[in-house]
């Protein structure tokens, strides 16, 4: 059984900045690909980014050079470093690993 949280949430204005936590209840070195997804009212949860245990990286186009995931696996940590951030990024963010899903963080971005 694995736990995540997130946190990091909030109200910022387009052009500003947040970085988003996932804090996993155990150690993630074993976790093969973690990842953030998102979804906005009225639409699909979608994948944002996600990170393998060896660095690798994927991102949705819409966030490329724009956001950054990294991971801690010895604190068992995720996070998504979101820069110029637009109204569009505005939803809930969810951490991801296999079938275990966070709560969510909602991120609101004002024009």
């Known amino acids: 059984q694995v736990q995540l949280v997130e946190s990091g949430g909030g109200l910022v204005q387009a052009g500003g900045s947040l970085r988003l936590t996932c804090a996993a209840s155990?150690?993630?070195?074993?976790?093969?690909?973690m990842g953030w997804y998102r979804q906005a009212p009225g639409k699909q949860r979608e994948l944002v980014a996600d990170i393998t245990s060896g660095g690798y990286t994927n991102y949705a186009d819409s966030v490329k050079g724009r956001f950054t995931v990294s991971r801690d696996n010895v604190k068992g940590t995720v996070y998504l470093q979101m820069n110029n951030l637009k109204p569009e990024d505005t939803a809930i963010y969810y951490c991801n690993y296999d079938y275990y899903w966070g709560r969510g963080t909602q991120v609101t971005v004002s024009s």
């Open positions: 155990r150690s993630i070195f074993s976790f093969i690909t």
